[in-house]
């Protein structure tokens, strides 16, 4: 092909030609919203450095999966954010009335049609807010942490999670989930693999030296291809990765290697840059929100954890 015969130009001179030849598309269903659940009733507070995301409460989230179900989008990651004094053993993650386990019952209750993952994490519930226990040594214990968080597992899945997101970055987590779970009838549920997570600025908060003992290093791109085949050896039933846009060359890598349901997950601070950008730059908040999304299903994400899910659900109808 040579110009002038050939004319790259033509197919984009119009919208309607541009949306037909298009090789990319994002679609409502694409898209799981994070939510942060707190103690209490009527509970709606702001997370510091998110951009506007608020944590809310249990009594909150009928309103919230109506809006989230009228839209369109597929459902819920739950994320817990205790207040007060943390357990360094994470006891709130394993009581049978925990928030995590609360918030999972209420969303199924109010729409059943919505799907639910429940966060397989710690950082919600210790002192430390690190993905494990953490030791008086300062060190993150493997084989301890993985036990917690598979009482975890079992309690978000008898509250009706349709998915765990082992995010916990644990050696052997994935395959002792899956066996626990197994072992309590609930082979149904899925596991995604938060195999390719790196320590990274993108998100809650900068990445301490202990989150760098368990996370993925930024320079890292072999290691997490490892880690995606360890985790799918193990059961996994999703891969994902995380934060996304710094990232995206991980997460095609991942697409080419993996025929497993591939997920990016968009972190808080992703979520806060698009949001400062937006109100200090005049752009088009909307606009910048999908290009982002469009650019992660581009690079192989079957699937988005985003918190710009309602954002993108509307500007998408």
Not at 107 to 130: F, H, N, W
Not at 139 to 154: I, Q
Not at 240 to 251: H, K
Request: one cysteine or more; hydrophobic letters at 45%.
């Amino acid at each position: 092909m040579q110009f002038p015969e050939y004319r790259a130009r033509r197919v984009r001179a119009s919208r309607a030609l541009r949306r037909v030849v298009r090789e990319t598309s994002l679609a409502l269903s694409d898209l799981l919203l994070p939510v942060h659940i707190v103690e209490g009733k009527n509970q709606q507070r702001l997370l510091s450095g998110s951009g506007g995301v608020e944590a809310l409460s249990v009594d909150k989230l009928g309103a919230l999966a109506d809006e989230a179900a009228s839209l369109g989008i597929a459902g819920f990651v739950v994320h817990v954010e205790l207040g007060g004094e943390r357990d360094p053993r994470a006891g709130g993650a394993t009581r049978v009335d925990g928030v995590a386990v609360q918030a999972i019952d209420a969303i199924k209750q109010q729409r059943p049609e919505l799907m639910v993952v429940g966060d397989l994490s710690l950082a919600g519930y210790t002192p430390e807010a690190q993905d494990g226990l953490v030791r008086g040594d300062g060190v993150v214990p493997n084989e301890d942490s993985v036990e917690v968080l598979g009482e975890m597992a079992l309690l978000l899945c008898e509250a009706g999670a349709d998915a765990l997101a082992a995010r916990a970055m644990m050696d052997g987590l994935v395959g002792y989930v899956r066996e626990t779970i197994d072992e309590a009838e609930h082979e149904h549920v899925a596991i995604i693999a938060a195999s390719a997570r790196y320590a990274s600025g993108w998100g809650a908060r900068d990445a301490s030296d202990t989150d760098r003992t368990y996370l993925l290093d930024a320079g890292d791109a072999r290691a997490a291809l490892r880690e995606l085949t360890l985790d799918a050896s193990e059961g996994a039933d999703m891969l994902m990765v995380e934060p996304a846009l710094a990232y995206l060359d991980v997460l095609l890598r991942a697409r080419e290697e993996f025929d497993l349901p591939l997920l990016a997950a968009s972190t808080i601070g992703e979520h806060a840059a698009v949001e400062l950008l937006a109100e200090h730059s005049g752009r088009t908040r909307d606009a910048l929100v999908l290009e982002n999304l469009i650019s992660m299903r581009r690079a192989g994400a079957d699937a988005i954890v985003t918190y710009h899910a309602l954002v993108a659900a509307r500007a998408l109808s």
